[in-house]
Structures are given as structure tokens and as C-alpha cells.
């Protein structure tokens, strides 16, 4: 994974090196997870972001599991493999959602919280659940 770029500025806008510059690039070093705890962060939320968007573009979409990794995040769904129109679809439904500037709660809850999890049809995550041994746990969602 790349960790640092050359770069510099030509007319006030940022070129990388693979570009003509007439000035002196400079080296700027690019955060990573073992950098950067806002990184990891901002990681983590645009996983639930992507997960909301698909989940309202997408109803009969069941969420499993996602997180922040390396080089990004993810979220696994169990659906129908998604188009790259739908993909698209999906970007704007996320930058729509950060838009509207919502506050990510975090909130520790019981890991018996089966009532809750069960209300939002979520089996898979039941499962997850049921597989977690600590207590309480923590869980995240946007009001």
C-alpha cells in the first residue's frame, strides 16, 4: 500500500507527479490506519453509511457483517449482485445521508438485546449476536 505521494501545486490545484508541473513536488504523507485513529474512524462510519444506503435503495437487502480494513470498508449483503448502475445508485444515496450531517450514536447494550435486533429483521445479525460473549456490546446507528 502506497503511504506517501510527490506532489505539488500548479495555478492553486494539486498535480500529482505522473503530471507536467513546473514546480518542485514535494512529498506528502498519506494517513494510514496505523497513522491516523480518525482514518479508522471515518472508515467505520462510511461502512454504516454504505449499509443504510443499501438497506434503503435496497429493502429485502439482509446485512451480515462489515467493518473498516486496510485499504477502505466494506459491508457483506446477502442480495442479488449489484450493477454498477446500482453501485452508483448507492455513492449518491451515501453522500445524500452524509449531507444531512445525522449524528452516529454509539450506544452499549446487552448482548441480550434479541428483542431489539429481532424488531429490525436483522437474522444475521441475531447470529452474530449470538456468537458474542462479551457484555455488554456496542452498537452504532444514526437517529
Known amino acids: ?18 503530471m507536467e508541473v513546473a514546480d518542485k513536488p ?3 504523507v498519506l494517513p494510514t490506519n496505523e497513522s491516523s485513529e480518525s482514518l479508522i474512524i471515518i472508515r467505520h462510519t462510511c461502512a454504516h453509511v454504505m449499509a443504510m444506503a443499501v438497506q434503503k435503495l435496497f429493502p429485502d437487502a439482509k446485512v451480515t457483517i462489515g467493518q473498516w480494513i486496510e ?15 446500482e453501485l452508483k445508485r448507492i455513492k449518491k444515496e451515501m453522500d445524500r445521508i452524509i449531507g444531512r450531517n445525522l449524528p452516529l450514536i ?18 444475521y445479525k441475531l447470529e452474530i449476536l449470538d456468537s458474542i460473549k462479551e457484555d455488554p456490546i456496542t452498537i452504532y446507528h444514526i437517529d
Open 1 to 18: 500500500m502506497a503511504t506517501e505521494a510527490q506532489v505539488s501545486t500548479q495555478d492553486d490545484k494539486l498535480k500529482d507527479a505522473q
Open 26 to 28: 514535494e512529498t506528502v
Open 71 to 85: 485499504n477502505g470498508f466494506y459491508y457483506a449483503f446477502d442480495m442479488e449482485p449489484l450493477t454498477d448502475k
Open 106 to 123: 454509539r450506544e452499549e447494550v446487552s448482548r441480550y438485546a434479541h428483542k431489539r435486533i429481532t424488531a429490525l429483521n436483522e437474522a
